[in-house]
Protein backbone atom coordinates (compact mmCIF):
# COMPACT_ATOMS: atom_id res chain seq x y z
CA UNK A 1 0.00 0.00 0.00
CA UNK A 2 1.46 3.23 -1.22
CA UNK A 3 2.22 5.76 1.53
CA UNK A 4 0.88 9.71 1.76
CA UNK A 5 3.40 11.03 -1.32
CA UNK A 6 4.02 14.83 -1.09
CA UNK A 7 5.41 16.79 -3.98
CA UNK A 8 7.81 18.46 -4.44
CA UNK A 9 10.09 17.76 -1.62
CA UNK A 10 11.68 20.98 -1.47
CA UNK A 11 10.57 24.30 -3.11
CA UNK A 12 12.37 27.59 -3.11
CA UNK A 13 10.39 30.78 -3.63
CA UNK A 14 10.98 34.78 -3.06
CA UNK A 15 9.06 36.99 -1.15
CA UNK A 16 5.46 37.75 -2.88
CA UNK A 17 5.60 34.67 -5.01
CA UNK A 18 3.02 32.15 -4.69
CA UNK A 19 3.81 28.54 -3.50
CA UNK A 20 1.94 25.38 -4.48
CA UNK A 21 2.37 21.94 -2.78
CA UNK A 22 0.37 18.77 -3.65
CA UNK A 23 -0.16 15.76 -1.59
CA UNK A 24 -1.85 12.54 -2.37
CA UNK A 25 -3.36 10.43 0.27
CA UNK A 26 -3.22 6.88 1.38
CA UNK A 27 -5.85 5.26 -1.21
CA UNK A 28 -9.40 5.10 0.20
CA UNK A 29 -8.51 7.86 2.46
CA UNK A 30 -11.11 10.98 2.36
CA UNK A 31 -9.79 12.97 4.78
CA UNK A 32 -6.79 15.30 4.45
CA UNK A 33 -4.90 17.38 6.77
CA UNK A 34 -2.17 19.80 6.42
CA UNK A 35 0.41 20.93 9.39
CA UNK A 36 2.92 23.26 9.40
CA UNK A 37 6.38 22.68 10.68
CA UNK A 38 8.19 26.19 11.38
CA UNK A 39 11.91 25.77 12.48
CA UNK A 40 11.57 25.23 16.52
CA UNK A 41 7.44 24.93 16.84
CA UNK A 42 5.32 21.86 16.55
CA UNK A 43 2.89 20.71 14.00
CA UNK A 44 1.02 23.19 13.54
CA UNK A 45 -3.00 22.85 12.16
CA UNK A 46 -3.67 24.53 8.48
CA UNK A 47 -6.55 23.13 6.98
CA UNK A 48 -8.75 19.70 6.85
CA UNK A 49 -10.62 18.49 3.92
CA UNK A 50 -12.82 15.97 3.84
CA UNK A 51 -15.33 14.69 0.64
CA UNK A 52 -13.90 17.35 -1.28
CA UNK A 53 -14.75 20.26 1.46
CA UNK A 54 -13.15 22.27 4.02
CA UNK A 55 -13.99 21.36 7.38
CA UNK A 56 -11.65 23.48 9.32
CA UNK A 57 -8.67 26.09 9.05
CA UNK A 58 -6.30 27.34 11.88
CA UNK A 59 -5.14 29.92 12.88
CA UNK A 60 -3.56 31.13 9.89
CA UNK A 61 -4.23 34.16 7.32
CA UNK A 62 -6.41 34.01 3.88
CA UNK A 63 -3.68 33.72 1.99
CA UNK A 64 -2.74 30.36 3.37
CA UNK A 65 -5.93 27.96 1.31
CA UNK A 66 -6.01 25.15 -0.51
CA UNK A 67 -8.57 22.66 -2.20
CA UNK A 68 -9.45 18.33 -2.35
CA UNK A 69 -9.64 17.20 -5.58
CA UNK A 70 -12.70 14.36 -6.74
CA UNK A 71 -9.86 11.43 -5.92
CA UNK A 72 -9.72 13.13 -2.41
CA UNK A 73 -5.60 14.20 -3.52
CA UNK A 74 -5.26 17.92 -2.18
CA UNK A 75 -3.57 21.22 -3.07
CA UNK A 76 -1.86 24.02 -0.51
CA UNK A 77 -1.65 27.41 -1.96
CA UNK A 78 0.83 29.86 -0.33
CA UNK A 79 0.15 33.17 -1.71
CA UNK A 80 1.90 36.39 -1.29
CA UNK A 81 5.29 34.50 0.30
CA UNK A 82 6.50 36.07 3.13
CA UNK A 83 10.36 35.05 4.96
CA UNK A 84 8.31 33.44 8.06
CA UNK A 85 6.19 31.13 5.85
CA UNK A 86 9.39 29.10 5.46
CA UNK A 87 8.83 25.78 6.79
CA UNK A 88 8.18 22.08 6.23
CA UNK A 89 4.61 21.69 5.16
CA UNK A 90 3.14 18.18 6.04
CA UNK A 91 0.03 16.48 4.87
CA UNK A 92 -1.77 13.32 6.63
CA UNK A 93 -4.51 11.44 5.60
CA UNK A 94 -6.98 9.58 7.20
CA UNK A 95 -10.13 7.01 6.66
CA UNK A 96 -11.48 6.92 10.17
CA UNK A 97 -10.57 11.24 11.60
CA UNK A 98 -8.51 9.28 14.42
CA UNK A 99 -5.42 8.20 13.37
CA UNK A 100 -3.28 10.14 10.41
CA UNK A 101 -0.90 8.92 8.45
CA UNK A 102 1.43 11.66 7.11
CA UNK A 103 4.33 12.26 4.01
CA UNK A 104 7.76 12.84 4.39
CA UNK A 105 6.75 16.98 3.73
CA UNK A 106 7.70 20.11 1.81
CA UNK A 107 10.11 21.83 2.69
CA UNK A 108 9.48 25.37 1.65
CA UNK A 109 12.06 28.05 1.70
CA UNK A 110 11.17 31.81 0.76
CA UNK A 111 13.83 34.20 0.51
CA UNK B 1 -4.58 28.79 20.57
CA UNK B 2 -2.26 25.83 22.28
CA UNK B 3 -4.74 23.19 22.75
CA UNK B 4 -1.87 20.49 23.17
CA UNK B 5 1.14 21.07 25.25
CA UNK B 6 4.59 19.21 25.65
CA UNK B 7 6.84 21.77 27.72
CA UNK B 8 9.85 19.49 27.86
CA UNK B 9 11.77 20.72 23.91
CA UNK B 10 14.38 17.58 25.07
CA UNK B 11 14.68 14.56 27.23
CA UNK B 12 17.99 12.62 27.92
CA UNK B 13 18.00 9.21 29.39
CA UNK B 14 20.70 6.29 29.25
CA UNK B 15 20.43 3.21 27.65
CA UNK B 16 18.27 0.99 29.82
CA UNK B 17 16.27 3.88 31.96
CA UNK B 18 12.99 4.50 31.42
CA UNK B 19 12.22 7.83 28.91
CA UNK B 20 8.76 9.31 30.32
CA UNK B 21 7.73 12.45 28.11
CA UNK B 22 4.54 14.64 29.25
CA UNK B 23 1.65 16.50 27.30
CA UNK B 24 -1.29 18.46 29.08
CA UNK B 25 -4.07 19.90 26.86
CA UNK B 26 -6.88 21.92 27.73
CA UNK B 27 -9.54 21.13 25.21
CA UNK B 28 -12.03 19.02 27.55
CA UNK B 29 -13.92 17.65 24.14
CA UNK B 30 -10.74 15.60 23.21
CA UNK B 31 -11.36 11.77 23.26
CA UNK B 32 -8.62 10.43 21.60
CA UNK B 33 -4.65 10.86 22.52
CA UNK B 34 -1.64 9.80 20.30
CA UNK B 35 1.90 9.54 20.45
CA UNK B 36 3.86 9.83 17.02
CA UNK B 37 7.47 9.78 16.31
CA UNK B 38 9.45 11.70 14.02
CA UNK B 39 12.95 11.07 12.25
CA UNK B 40 15.10 13.80 10.47
CA UNK B 41 13.97 14.45 6.74
CA UNK B 42 10.68 12.30 7.82
CA UNK B 43 6.96 12.88 8.72
CA UNK B 44 5.82 11.63 12.20
CA UNK B 45 4.83 7.69 12.11
CA UNK B 46 2.06 7.31 14.51
CA UNK B 47 3.39 5.38 17.78
CA UNK B 48 0.42 4.57 20.06
CA UNK B 49 -3.30 5.73 21.16
CA UNK B 50 -5.37 5.82 23.83
CA UNK B 51 -9.15 6.51 24.09
CA UNK B 52 -10.43 8.71 26.57
CA UNK B 53 -13.17 5.65 28.33
CA UNK B 54 -8.97 4.15 29.24
CA UNK B 55 -6.22 5.50 31.43
CA UNK B 56 -3.55 2.98 30.01
CA UNK B 57 -2.28 1.21 26.78
CA UNK B 58 0.95 -0.77 26.49
CA UNK B 59 2.34 -1.81 23.32
CA UNK B 60 5.65 -3.89 24.01
CA UNK B 61 8.06 -1.51 25.20
CA UNK B 62 6.01 1.91 25.42
CA UNK B 63 3.09 2.57 27.34
CA UNK B 64 0.87 5.86 27.59
CA UNK B 65 -0.92 7.00 30.30
CA UNK B 66 -4.08 9.42 30.46
CA UNK B 67 -5.32 11.50 33.55
CA UNK B 68 -8.61 13.06 32.48
CA UNK B 69 -8.87 14.54 35.68
CA UNK B 70 -5.66 16.83 35.16
CA UNK B 71 -5.72 16.71 31.34
CA UNK B 72 -2.37 14.72 31.44
CA UNK B 73 -0.61 12.08 29.56
CA UNK B 74 2.43 10.45 29.26
CA UNK B 75 4.80 8.01 27.46
CA UNK B 76 6.57 5.61 29.47
CA UNK B 77 9.30 3.73 27.05
CA UNK B 78 10.79 1.20 29.11
CA UNK B 79 13.51 -0.07 28.91
CA UNK B 80 14.97 3.29 26.11
CA UNK B 81 17.26 2.16 23.48
CA UNK B 82 19.43 4.55 21.11
CA UNK B 83 16.86 4.20 18.30
CA UNK B 84 14.28 5.79 20.22
CA UNK B 85 16.29 8.78 19.83
CA UNK B 86 13.87 11.26 17.84
CA UNK B 87 11.03 14.26 18.13
CA UNK B 88 7.80 12.57 19.94
CA UNK B 89 4.55 14.61 19.53
CA UNK B 90 1.57 14.67 21.35
CA UNK B 91 -1.92 14.52 19.54
CA UNK B 92 -5.47 14.95 20.44
CA UNK B 93 -8.83 15.16 18.54
CA UNK B 94 -12.35 15.00 19.45
CA UNK B 95 -15.02 13.09 17.58
CA UNK B 96 -15.62 14.24 14.09
CA UNK B 97 -12.51 16.68 14.48
CA UNK B 98 -9.24 17.67 13.08
CA UNK B 99 -5.70 16.16 15.40
CA UNK B 100 -3.85 19.32 17.38
CA UNK B 101 0.02 18.36 18.08
CA UNK B 102 2.10 19.82 20.73
CA UNK B 103 5.60 21.67 19.91
CA UNK B 104 7.44 18.07 20.61
CA UNK B 105 9.77 16.80 22.55
CA UNK B 106 13.28 15.56 21.78
CA UNK B 107 13.98 12.42 23.07
CA UNK B 108 18.10 11.51 23.23
CA UNK B 109 19.32 7.73 24.56
CA UNK B 110 22.54 7.88 25.58
CA UNK B 111 24.52 4.54 24.92
Known sequence: EAGVTQSPTHLIKTRGQQATLRCSPISGHTSVYWYQQALGLGLQFLLWYDEGEERN????????????F?????????????????????????????????????????T | DQQVKQNSPSLSVQEGRISILNCDYTNSMFDYFLWYKKYPAEGPTFLISI????????????????????????????PSQPGDSAVYFCAASAWGNDMRFGAGTRLTVKP
Open chain 2, 51 to 78: SSIKDKNEDGRFTVFLNKSAKHLSLHIV
Open chain 1, 57 to 68: RGNFPPRFSGRQ
Open chain 1, 70 to 110: PNYSSELNVNALELEDSALYLCASSSNRRRVHFGNGTRLTV
